[in-house]
């Protein structure tokens, strides 16, 4: 459709676009034949995955991947990456700064450093309400307070691929015990594709979603002139447009309902204990 428009100026000064707004959003290759959105029934098998469901978790990044990655569309190398001073405020709105910037703390040798697909995907992401809600901020705020850097500081950046491996370990096993196993057409990717189909759906105006996605919106000067960098105030409606069908968000337990506790098989000799949860009350950010 956009491709008419574009060839005729008539129809270009009555749609107010320059540019195509869907340029970019696609993969390439194999993958974009391949990759899709997550359908309605396959997040409620993954939200009724035995962790949910007992809220119960090994680590805090098994509880947080995929709520971030719902309501942000971030890549799963971004989201494991965060630091702590990613989470900004700006124009009063909490964001999630993405950059290739790493914290002053973590630039040792041999930690893997942390890196942006393209220039287009350095960008602000205003924090979703939903996000909020489930307590994404006061988890910030008391890691903050326990002297962290990182956002999930048990991934490991030591390891000759980094966290995101260890992350896509993790959901692989995960999608499987959920019962999705479409290898290929649903994975963590997938996320993704579902926040950029849900918005595209909710949303006049398409070409505001790459901005907060990362893609090059191809709109020229209109573009460059519309989406100042830290422009909270314009990108937070659109964030806001992705919403979840009500029994899917209800799967979702609030950060103070889950506990950590430890793997299972343990080491010999080493006594199994449940891990304290990072928060005992609820605690607000005041930044």
């Not at 719902?70 to 989470?87: I, N, P, S």
């Not at 015990?177 to 579902?194: C, L, M, P, W, Y």
């Not at 103070?256 to 000799?269: D, F, M, V, Y």
Request: hydrophobic share 35%; aromatic share 10%.
């Amino acid at each position: 459709m956009f491709g008419w428009v574009l060839k005729d100026n008539r129809r270009k000064r009555k749609w107010g676009i320059d540019g195509n707004p869907f340029v970019g959003f696609g993969q390439s290759g194999e993958a974009e034949a391949t990759r899709r959105a997550f359908t309605d029934d396959e997040l409620r098998a993954l939200l009724n995955h035995p962790h949910f469901q007992r809220r119960s978790f090994t680590a805090n990044y098994m509880y947080w991947l995929i709520p971030l990655a719902l309501y942000t569309g971030a890549r799963l190398g971004e989201l494991t990456f965060l630091d702590l001073k990613d989470f900004v405020v700006e124009e009063g709105i909490p964001c999630i700064d993405i950059n290739d910037i790493d914290a002053v703390q973590l630039v040792q040798e041999g930690r893997m450093k942390k890196r942006v697909k393209t220039k287009s995907a350095k960008r602000l992401v205003p924090i979703h309400s939903e996000l909020i809600r489930l307590g994404l901020l006061r988890y910030v705020d008391q890691l903050h307070k326990n002297g962290e850097t990182q956002l999930f500081p048990e991934m490991s950046r030591l390891r000759k691929r980094g966290p995101r491996d260890t992350a896509t370990n993790w959901f692989y096993r995960f999608r499987r015990d959920a019962g999705i196993v479409s290898k290929q057409e649903a994975v963590f990717h997938s996320f993704r594709n579902t926040f950029i189909t849900k918005i595209i759906e909710n949303v006049p105006s398409p070409h505001l979603i790459a901005p907060l996605v990362g893609h090059q919106s191809n709109l020229g000067i209109t573009g460059e002139v519309y989406w100042n960098k830290r422009d909270a105030s314009a990108r937070k409606p659109t964030v806001e447009a992705f919403a979840l069908p009500n029994d899917i968000t209800q799967l979702l337990p609030t950060y103070e309902e889950i506990k950590l506790t430890a793997p299972r098989g343990p080491k010999p000799g080493a006594a199994r204990k449940p891990k304290d949860n990072a928060v005992k009350q609820p605690v607000t950010i005041g930044r």
